[in-house]
């Protein structure tokens, strides 16, 4: 008797799946298509598409907004927005009451929000940033109550 067995087995290749929105399965392919689909894979695609309307809006609010959000009129005090009984498209989201547009105001209001926004992430890294350093540095004692503080939080 042989060791050998009497049929060779064939290595056959599965293909490659991706997981997407949804659990839908689709195959990944070796095309453009794939190579971009592997780069955005890590990418939370909804949540950049969001921030980035938001940031292109408060950087264009000058030309996007329909009217000047300090400017009021006593006569369009409290319209209702354009979906409401009462409408008006003359003010998306209607006006507060002082006849201020509110869609106006919250465009422009974004620019604040952003720069707000900025400060504080710029903040807070830098100060995180330099308790790690002390942390790292003096090791023992100070890395154990700053990483105390920090689990605290």
């Known amino acids: 008797m042989s060791n050998q067995p009497s049929k060779s087995l064939e290595v056959v290749a599965a293909p490659r799946f991706d997981i997407t929105f949804g659990g839908l399965v689709r195959p990944l392919g070796n095309g453009k298509t794939a190579d971009f689909f592997r780069i955005v894979r890590g990418i939370p695609v909804l949540p950049a598409l969001i921030l980035t309307t938001f940031v292109l809006c408060a950087l264009f609010s ?14 369009e005090t409290l319209k209702p927005p354009a979906w409401c009984e009462g409408r008006s498209t003359k003010h998306l989201l209607g006006t507060d009451g002082v006849g201020r547009d509110v869609l106006s105001r919250i465009i422009y209001g974004s620019r604040v929000s952003i720069t707000v926004a900025s400060y504080v992430i710029g903040l807070s ?4 940033i330099f308790l790690g350093l002390l942390a790292g540095y003096f090791r023992g004692l100070v890395d154990t109550l700053l990483m105390r503080v920090a689990d605290v939080m």
């Open 62 to 75: 000058p030309f996007i907004a329909p009217h000047d959000p300090l400017q009021f009129d006593p006569t």
């Open 125 to 128: 890294a830098t100060f995180g």
